[in-house]
């Protein structure tokens, strides 16, 4: 049964865990936060994240505006250890909104001095983070200039409203020298790492999952053949910015039929994500960001929430089941490959002890890092509070309400609509005076 957050102690919280048939890993010292790492040869100086979060507020070229600079100078004083910046998208077609960044020739510059000031503000309280640029193609949920305009890899009955665009290879072959081109200028432009995005339905993920793909060198029942764009793709930028870290957001399970990582029946089946993990691994890669679901089909197995945006059906599970699939998920793959560095998801429902839970999976090796995703939106400065104070502000902190999602669904800039009120309360004010 699905239940707002009301939960007013961690007994309160670990009690209702229990009820629902399992143990939530909690420590009352949560140092584990405070350790940093080093991956390949980059030091880190904490296991805190802040996750990718999409703004919809980029200029109409796809570049950094006033409100995306202000979202990341907010993150970079606060005190994260890796900033892992939105989807940001390698083509004009492959944009999601009209306002979703996209990293070009013509306004890399501008990505070098958002890059330039985020280094100076973090270095103002102390940290030097790892700067990650997710590089996206939007597939079946591109909307370049507003409107539906599907690409897909892979038809799936599940998800097809209308017949849409199969993309051919020759498209994506274009499409993969457009995640190169975009690599090269990310690097130029002062980032460490790319992340090849692998979730939420788009099209990197979708080609993992693509048996319906015929006569393709980019799908089918062989697995090796779904695999080999994204492998190409991270091949061919290895060899174009030497030196690059290379990452992906990774989803272990889409939770749909026709998705990656789910059995017949729907339910998470990892032998295939496992298989993938073994192939990155063997490319070097050694930072993986996990997540599930898709925030178009089942939204609260991405992100558990308190509400459901209106309209939609508030869902069966309870948030903490949500929440703990998301950590036992990642656990797995952590032990299965205890030399890489996994980051997890899905923390912000648990409100102010998300930092104990998410110490507490640091402390049983189940994860490398704790990602955060809305709280990073309602209160930036989550990772300063916890080093100086050693506990987070419950009035500051993200109620789950799905504010920003609201905002951004509709294509407004987005934010937290709660604690960011002044901004994003009168664009979601805005938004309902025009009835959406
Ligand atoms: C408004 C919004 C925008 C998001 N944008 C992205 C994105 O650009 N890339 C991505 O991988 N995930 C994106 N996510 C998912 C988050 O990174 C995160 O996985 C999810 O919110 C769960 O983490 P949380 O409980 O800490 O919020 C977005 C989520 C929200 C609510
Ligand atoms: S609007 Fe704010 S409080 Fe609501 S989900 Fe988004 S970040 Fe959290």
Not at 64 to 71: I, N, V
Not at 140 to 165: C, E, F, H, I, M
Not at 260 to 273: A, L, M, Q, S, Y
Request: proline share 7%.
């Amino acid at each position: 049964m699905h239940e707002r957050f009301r939960f007013k102690s961690k007994d309160e919280i670990l009690k209702k865990a229990l009820a629902l048939g399992f143990e939530l890993p909690f420590s009352d010292d949560i140092s584990p936060l405070f350790a940093p790492a080093s991956i390949v040869g980059f030091s880190i100086p904490n296991r805190l994240v802040v996750q990718p979060m999409e703004g919809y507020d980029s200029e109409a070229d796809g570049s950094p505006s006033a409100f995306t600079k202000r979202r990341y100078l907010r993150y970079a004083g606060g005190g994260s250890g890796i900033i892992w910046y939105e989807a940001v998208a390698v083509s004009y077609d492959g944009r999601s909104n009209p306002n979703q960044l996209w990293i070009n020739k013509n306004n890399s510059a501008v990505f070098t001095s958002l890059n330039d000031e985020v280094r100076r503000a973090a270095d103002q309280v102390g940290i030097s983070p790892l700067l990650v640029i997710q590089l996206t193609h939007s597939g079946r949920y591109s909307k370049p200039d507003g409107k539906p305009k599907p690409q897909v890899a892979a038809l799936n009955q599940t998800l097809d409203k209308r017949v849409p665009y199969l993309l051919t290879d020759d498209d994506l072959i274009r499409i993969q020298d457009q995640y190169v081109s975009a690599a090269k200028l990310a690097a130029d432009t002062g980032f460490d790492a790319i992340d090849i995005k692998a979730c939420h339905g788009y099209l990197m993920i979708e080609l993992l999952a693509a048996r319906s793909r015929q006569k393709s060198i980019y799908g089918g029942e062989d697995p090796a053949d779904r695999f080999r764009f994204m492998l190409e793709t991270i091949e061919r930028i290895k060899t174009k910015v030497p030196g690059i870290i290379i990452t992906t957001r990774l989803n272990i399970s889409d939770g749909y039929q026709g998705g990656f990582g789910v059995d017949k029946d729907n339910r998470p089946d990892f032998t295939e994500p496992l298989l993938l993990v073994e192939e990155l691994k063997a490319r070097g890669i050694t930072l993986i960001n996990i997540s599930m679901g898709s925030p178009y089909f089942n939204p609260h197995v991405t992100r558990p929430y308190d509400n459901p945006l209106p309209g939609q059906q508030v869902p069966e599970e309870h948030p903490l089941q949500g929440v703990i699939k998301m950590i036992n998920g990642t656990a797995l793959f952590q032990k299965r490959f205890p030399e890489l560095f996994f980051i997890g998801s899905a923390y912000s429902y648990l409100r102010q002890y998300a930092p104990n839970v998410g110490a507490a999976v640091l402390k049983n090796g189940d994860a490398s890092f704790i990602g955060f995703g809305r709280s990073s939106f309602a209160y930036p400065s989550l990772p300063l509070d916890l080093i100086r104070n050693g506990e987070a502000d419950p009035s500051k902190i993200c109620i789950t309400c799905s504010g920003c999602t609201r905002l951004i669904s509709n294509m407004r800039p987005g934010g937290c609509v709660i604690r960011d009120r002044e901004i994003y309360g009168n664009e979601l004010k805005k938004l309902i005076a025009d009835g959406k």
